[in-house]
C-alpha cells in the first residue's frame, strides 16, 4: 500500500503538478498585467484601512488575512525552506521568489471568485472557496469538481495541519525541553479547542493578534543574524541567483543538487509553505466583511508575499549567510543550526517559531475543513468536525505519521486539481472584473 501511495504521490506532486501550478499562475499574472505587482502599494493601503471592513461578511478584511496567514506561516517556512536548500541546494530559494510573484495573481483570483460567488449557510455564516465558485461560476457538468475538491479538503487537513503539526511539535519540545509528547498534545488539544470550538470568529480574533507578533517577531530575529553578518549578504544573493541557474556543487550536503533539483524544490516548497493554488486560503477570504472582491483579491495577495517574499527569504538568508548546508542535514534541525551558529541559545528561536507557527496552522486549517464540511452535509457537520479535529491532535503526538503524511500530501495535490481547472475557466471573468474595478 505505502508504494502505491508513494507513486501516486509522486505523480501528484511530479513535472506536471509543478507545471500547472506555474502555467495557472503565468496565465493569470499576463491577464492581469502584472498588476498584482504594480498595485503591491495599494494593497497594503488597503490592508492597513481593512481593520473593519464594510460589507457583509463575519470578519474584517483583516482578520481575513491573519487568518489565512494563520495556515499558511508554518512549518513549510522554517523547515519545508531548510529542506528545500538542503535537496535542491541555494538556487531553491530562488525558485521560491518565482514561484511567489506568479503564485500572487494565483492567489488574487482565488479571493476574487471566493467573494464573488461565496453564499451563506443555514446559520448565516458566509462560506465560501473552490468548491463554491465551482458550482456558482461554472456549468453544471464541472460541478462534481467542486464536491472532489470538497472531500479531498475535509481530509487533507487531518494529515499536514493536524497530526503532523502536533507530531513535529511535540517532538521539540521533547528535544529540547523533555516534554513527554502526551503531555505536549493534550497542552495543545486544550488551547486549539479553545479556539477552534468557538467557531471563525474567535479564530480570526486569534490570528489577528497571534500571527502579526510571531511573523514579525521571527521577520525580527532574522534581520538581526543578516544585519550582524552584512558583509555576507551579498556573497549570499550572488549564490543563491547563480545556484538557480548554474546548479549547486556535488559536495556535501546537497550533493548533486543540479539546476532541475533547485527549480522542482523550490517551487514544491514554494507552493507548500504560501498554498497559492491550493484552493485553501480563499475559504478564509470568502468569510471577509467586503463588497467588492477585486479589494479583498489585493489584500489576499498579499499573504503570498509575506509568507515567501518575506518570512521563507528570511529564513534561507540566514540558512546561506551561515553556511551551515555543508552540514548535511536538514528540514528544522538546518534551520536550528543556523541560528545557533549566529547566537547562543538561537536554537530556541527555532523551537519557539516552529511551536507558534503550528500551532497558527492548526486552527487556521480547521476552519478551511469545516467549510468543507458545510459543503457537503450542511450545517449539522460542524461540531462533529470540531470535536474529530480537536481529539486527533494528542494521537498525532504518539504514533507514526509517515503513512498519515503521505495520504495527506496526496490528497493536498488533489485540491489544487479542481481548484486550478476552475481558476482557468474563470480567469476571463477575473480580468473582466479587476478590468471594471479600475476604470472607476
Known amino acids: 500500500m505505502a508504494e502505491i501511495i508513494t507513486v501516486i504521490n509522486g505523480w501528484a506532486w511530479g513535472p506536471v503538478m509543478l507545471v500547472l501550478l506555474l502555467g495557472t499562475g503565468l496565465y493569470l499574472s499576463l491577464g492581469l498585467g502584472f498588476m498584482t505587482v504594480r498595485k503591491l502599494p495599494v494593497a497594503l493601503r488597503l490592508l492597513l484601512q481593512g481593520r473593519r471592513g464594510e460589507g457583509k461578511g463575519d470578519i474584517s478584511p483583516f482578520s481575513a488575512l491573519m487568518t489565512s496567514l494563520s495556515a499558511t506561516i508554518g512549518s513549510g517556512n522554517?523547515?519545508?525552506v531548510a529542506t528545500a536548500l538542503a535537496l535542491g541546494g541555494p538556487g531553491a530559494l530562488f525558485w521560491m521568489w518565482i514561484t511567489a510573484l506568479v503564485g500572487m495573481a494565483t492567489k488574487y483570483a482565488e479571493a476574487v471568485c471566493a467573494v464573488r460567488f461565496r453564499e451563506q449557510d443555514s446559520e448565516g455564516n458566509f462560506s465560501g472557496g473552490p468548491m463554491y465558485y465551482i458550482r456558482n461560476g461554472l456549468h453544471r457538468r464541472w460541478h462534481w469538481l467542486g464536491y472532489a475538491f470538497a472531500v479531498f479538503g475535509s481530509f487533507a487537513g487531518f494529515g499536514?495541519?493536524?497530526?503532523?503539526?502536533?507530531?513535529?511539535?511535540?517532538?521539540v519540545m521533547n528535544d529540547s525541553f523533555s516534554v513527554p509528547p502526551l503531555a505536549t498534545g493534550l497542552v495543545l488539544m486544550v488551547l486549539v479547542g479553545a479556539v477552534v470550538l468557538g467557531g471563525i470568529r474567535r479564530i480570526a480574533s486569534v490570528a489577528s493578534y497571534l500571527v502579526p507578533l510571531m511573523a514579525l517577531s521571527y521577520?525580527?530575529?532574522?534581520l538581526i543574524v543578516i544585519l550582524v553578518n552584512a558583509a555576507e549578504l551579498p556573497r549570499a544573493i550572488a549564490t543563491i541567483v547563480d545556484a538557480a541557474f548554474t546548479g549547486s556543487a556535488a559536495t556535501g550536503g546537497f550533493a548533486g543538487a543540479t539546476v532541475w533539483a533547485a527549480l522542482r524544490f523550490g517551487?514544491?516548497?514554494g507552493i507548500f509553505s504560501n498554498e497559492a493554488g491550493l484552493g485553501s486560503?480563499?475559504?478564509?477570504?470568502?468569510?471577509?466583511k467586503t463588497n467588492q472582491p477585486v479589494e479583498q483579491g489585493m489584500i489576499a495577495m498579499l499573504g503570498t508575499f509575506i509568507?515567501?517574499?518575506v518570512v521563507c527569504t528570511m529564513t534561507?538568508?540566514?540558512?546561506?549567510?551561515?553556511d551551515v548546508l555543508p552540514t548535511g542535514i536538514s528540514g528544522a534541525s538546518l534551520t536550528s543550526t543556523a541560528f545557533a551558529g549566529a547566537f547562543p541559545g538561537g536554537e530556541y528561536i527555532v523551537t519557539l517559531g516552529l511551536c507558534l507557527f503550528a500551532f497558527t496552522t492548526m486552527i487556521g486549517w480547521s476552519f478551511y475543513g469545516e467549510r468543507c464540511v458545510v459543503f457537503l452535509v450542511g450545517t449539522r457537520g460542524i461540531l462533529p468536525f470540531r470535536l474529530a479535529w480537536v481529539v486527533a491532535i494528542p494521537v498525532g503526538t504518539v504514533v507514526e505519521l509517515d503513512m498519515v503524511w503521505l495520504i495527506a500530501d496526496t490528497l493536498n495535490a488533489f485540491m489544487a486539481i479542481p481548484n486550478l481547472i476552475a481558476l482557468l475557466l474563470l480567469g476571463p471573468l477575473v480580468f473582466s472584473i479587476t478590468r471594471e474595478y479600475f476604470k472607476r
Open 316 to 322: 534561507g538568508l540566514v540558512i546561506v549567510i551561515m
Open 219 to 222: 521577520i525580527l530575529m532574522s
Open 78 to 80: 522554517i523547515a519545508g
Open 307 to 309: 509568507d515567501t517574499l
Open 281 to 288: 486560503a480563499p475559504i478564509a477570504h470568502a468569510a471577509a
Open 160 to 171: 499536514i495541519a493536524n497530526t503532523v503539526q502536533s507530531n513535529s511539535v511535540s517532538q
Open 267 to 269: 517551487v514544491a516548497r
